[in-house]
Nanobody
Framework: QVQLVESGGGLVQAGGSLRLSCAVS????????MAWFRQAPGKEREFVAS????????FYADSVKGRFTISGDNAKDTIYLQMNSLKPEDTAVYYC????????????WGQGTQVTVSS
Protein backbone atom coordinates (compact mmCIF):
# COMPACT_ATOMS: atom_id res chain seq x y z
CA GLN A 1 0.00 0.00 0.00
CA VAL A 2 1.54 3.27 -1.13
CA GLN A 3 1.35 6.12 1.35
CA LEU A 4 1.92 9.78 0.50
CA VAL A 5 2.58 12.62 2.94
CA GLU A 6 2.80 16.20 1.68
CA SER A 7 4.57 19.09 3.36
CA GLY A 8 5.85 22.55 2.54
CA GLY A 9 2.66 24.52 2.08
CA GLY A 10 2.15 27.95 3.59
CA LEU A 11 1.44 31.61 3.00
CA VAL A 12 3.51 33.52 0.45
CA GLN A 13 3.22 36.85 -1.34
CA ALA A 14 2.57 37.02 -5.06
CA GLY A 15 5.80 36.59 -6.98
CA GLY A 16 7.29 34.42 -4.27
CA SER A 17 8.29 30.76 -4.23
CA LEU A 18 7.48 27.61 -2.31
CA ARG A 19 8.67 24.02 -2.56
CA LEU A 20 6.25 21.23 -1.76
CA SER A 21 7.47 17.78 -0.79
CA CYS A 22 5.71 14.44 -0.98
CA ALA A 23 7.24 11.59 1.01
CA VAL A 24 6.45 8.25 -0.60
CA SER A 25 6.40 4.90 1.19
CA UNK A 26 5.21 1.42 0.33
CA UNK A 27 5.96 1.37 -3.39
CA UNK A 28 7.52 -1.88 -4.57
CA UNK A 29 8.92 -0.78 -7.94
CA UNK A 30 9.79 2.28 -10.01
CA UNK A 31 6.83 1.72 -12.34
CA UNK A 32 4.82 4.54 -10.90
CA UNK A 33 3.74 7.89 -12.18
CA MET A 34 3.63 10.62 -9.55
CA ALA A 35 1.62 13.81 -9.80
CA TRP A 36 0.52 16.97 -8.09
CA PHE A 37 -3.08 18.12 -8.23
CA ARG A 38 -4.73 21.13 -6.62
CA GLN A 39 -8.19 22.16 -5.56
CA ALA A 40 -9.19 25.76 -4.99
CA PRO A 41 -12.28 26.69 -2.93
CA GLY A 42 -15.45 26.05 -4.91
CA LYS A 43 -13.57 24.46 -7.81
CA GLU A 44 -12.89 20.94 -8.95
CA ARG A 45 -9.55 19.27 -8.39
CA GLU A 46 -7.20 19.92 -11.30
CA PHE A 47 -3.99 18.42 -12.60
CA VAL A 48 -0.83 20.43 -12.03
CA ALA A 49 2.16 18.27 -13.01
CA SER A 50 3.36 14.68 -13.22
CA UNK A 51 6.61 12.73 -13.48
CA UNK A 52 7.51 9.11 -14.15
CA UNK A 53 9.73 7.48 -11.51
CA UNK A 54 11.28 5.18 -14.12
CA UNK A 55 11.57 7.41 -17.19
CA UNK A 56 11.66 10.85 -15.66
CA UNK A 57 9.41 12.42 -18.29
CA UNK A 58 7.25 15.27 -17.07
CA PHE A 59 3.95 16.93 -17.98
CA TYR A 60 2.56 20.26 -16.82
CA ALA A 61 -0.75 22.06 -16.91
CA ASP A 62 -0.58 25.09 -19.19
CA SER A 63 -1.33 27.36 -16.25
CA VAL A 64 1.92 26.44 -14.48
CA LYS A 65 4.34 25.81 -17.37
CA GLY A 66 7.52 27.80 -16.96
CA ARG A 67 6.78 28.54 -13.29
CA PHE A 68 6.52 25.11 -11.61
CA THR A 69 8.95 22.20 -11.74
CA ILE A 70 8.23 18.65 -10.62
CA SER A 71 11.09 16.35 -9.70
CA GLY A 72 11.82 13.17 -7.81
CA ASP A 73 14.61 11.96 -5.55
CA ASN A 74 14.78 8.17 -5.63
CA ALA A 75 17.25 7.98 -2.76
CA LYS A 76 14.87 9.92 -0.52
CA ASP A 77 11.67 8.50 -2.01
CA THR A 78 10.37 12.03 -2.28
CA ILE A 79 8.63 14.05 -4.98
CA TYR A 80 8.98 17.82 -5.11
CA LEU A 81 7.04 20.65 -6.66
CA GLN A 82 9.08 23.82 -6.95
CA MET A 83 6.68 26.73 -7.43
CA ASN A 84 8.07 30.09 -8.57
CA SER A 85 6.42 33.36 -9.57
CA LEU A 86 3.36 32.41 -7.57
CA LYS A 87 0.06 34.11 -8.31
CA PRO A 88 -3.05 34.53 -6.14
CA GLU A 89 -4.84 32.11 -8.47
CA ASP A 90 -2.38 29.40 -7.41
CA THR A 91 -4.05 29.41 -3.99
CA ALA A 92 -5.37 25.90 -3.35
CA VAL A 93 -4.91 22.69 -1.43
CA TYR A 94 -2.18 20.77 -3.22
CA TYR A 95 -2.36 16.97 -3.31
CA CYS A 96 0.30 14.44 -4.14
CA UNK A 97 -0.94 11.41 -6.10
CA UNK A 98 0.46 8.15 -7.44
CA UNK A 99 -0.59 5.40 -9.83
CA UNK A 100 1.00 2.33 -11.28
CA UNK A 101 2.22 3.13 -14.78
CA UNK A 102 -0.18 0.58 -16.27
CA UNK A 103 -3.25 2.34 -14.86
CA UNK A 104 -5.07 5.38 -16.20
CA UNK A 105 -6.28 6.84 -12.91
CA UNK A 106 -4.40 7.92 -9.82
CA UNK A 107 -5.31 5.58 -6.99
CA UNK A 108 -3.14 6.82 -4.14
CA TRP A 109 -3.58 10.27 -2.62
CA GLY A 110 -2.02 12.30 0.14
CA GLN A 111 -3.94 14.39 2.64
CA GLY A 112 -3.08 17.70 0.97
CA THR A 113 -1.19 20.82 1.96
CA GLN A 114 -2.56 24.38 1.81
CA VAL A 115 -0.86 26.99 -0.35
CA THR A 116 -2.08 30.56 -0.04
CA VAL A 117 -0.73 33.34 -2.24
CA SER A 118 -1.55 36.87 -1.16
CA SER A 119 -1.74 39.77 -3.59
Amino acid sequence: QVQLVESGGGLVQAGGSLRLSCAVSGRTSSNYRMAWFRQAPGKEREFVASVSWSRGNTFYADSVKGRFTISGDNAKDTIYLQMNSLKPEDTAVYYCAARESSLDSYNYWGQGTQVTVSS
